[in-house]
């Protein structure tokens, strides 16, 4: 699945926050793939992979934020034929069925 991002993207405000210097140990293709798309969008390849990596732990932290209740979780996983019912709509097929009218 490929990324795309947009020069507006890296636009963004950002705070003055020290620098630490990382190495990565990465297929050679890829670094040149990579150094090739930060030109395209006119950015370094350290600012490329900070602003990836900033996106990840902003994902993170809306996910731990708020964790989602079972409810939340199981919303919309199950359709049938119910689905498509209103309560009332069930309640008299049920009701249909268990007394045969």
Not at 28 to 49: D, F, M, P, R, T
Request: hydrophobic fraction near 35%; include cysteine.
């Amino acid at each position: 699945m490929r990324t795309i991002y947009s020069t507006d993207t890296y636009k963004m405000a950002t705070k003055k926050e020290p620098k630490v210097k990382l190495t990565l140990t990465v297929k050679k293709s890829v670094v040149e793939n990579a150094k090739n798309y930060a030109a395209q969008l006119g950015i370094s390849l350290s600012q490329l992979i900070e602003d990836h990596l900033a996106k990840l732990n902003a994902k993170e932290e809306l996910k731990s934020d708020k964790p989602m209740s079972i409810s939340d979780q199981l919303f919309g996983c199950a359709r049938g034929p119910l689905s498509n019912m209103t309560d009332q709509e069930i309640k008299d097929m049920w009701v249909k069925d268990k007394y045969g009218l």
